[in-house]
């Protein structure tokens, strides 16, 4: 008798342990597909948040573009000053600073070059080109374009 009260016992806890895993597994399914749809609606709004010229400034084609212009600006012009208030002459590849609003229609260039240059600890009256990474100057380039007036996709 006791034999069967013990088979029964383990039977029932058994049971009971299958069930509450079976209800925790169908738990964890249901909260699995709650944070991927939550994530998504977040990626979405940060997505649909975003101004055309930041989604533009990200592009492969753009990216490539921009790491174009810093390689050449980085061998032709590398002894070149970051600031026009620098520049012996003040024209059109004088300066990053001139450079970078030139091709990106805008007037920023300066904001952004400080900045980069405060970031990385780099004295921007006395810096060159030449001091920048090609990533700087990207960054300095997405910032003016993103800020200017230049059309998308021109």
Not at 34 to 53: G, I, P, V
Request: glycine residues 6%.
């Amino acid at each position: 008798m006791k034999h069967l009260e013990r088979s029964r016992s383990i039977f029932w806890v058994s049971g009971l342990m299958l069930a509450l895993s079976a209800l925790f597994f169908m738990g964890s399914v249901l909260m699995m597909g709650r944070s991927k749809a939550h994530a998504e609606e977040r990626a979405s709004q940060k997505l649909e948040s975003r101004s055309e010229k930041e989604v533009a400034a990200e592009s492969d084609s753009f990216i490539q573009a921009s790491k174009s212009f810093a390689e050449n600006l980085l061998e032709q012009h590398a002894k070149c000053p970051l600031l026009d208030e620098y520049a012996k002459e003040h024209f059109a590849d004088s300066s990053l600073e001139n450079m970078i609003n030139d091709v990106n229609a805008g007037h920023s260039a300066k904001e952004a070059i400080l900045a980069v240059c405060e970031k990385a600890g780099l004295d921007a009256g006395a810096a060159k080109i030449g001091d920048l990474t090609k990533e700087q100057i990207i960054e300095i380039d997405q910032e003016v374009f993103c800020s200017s007036n230049h059309p998308i996709g021109e």
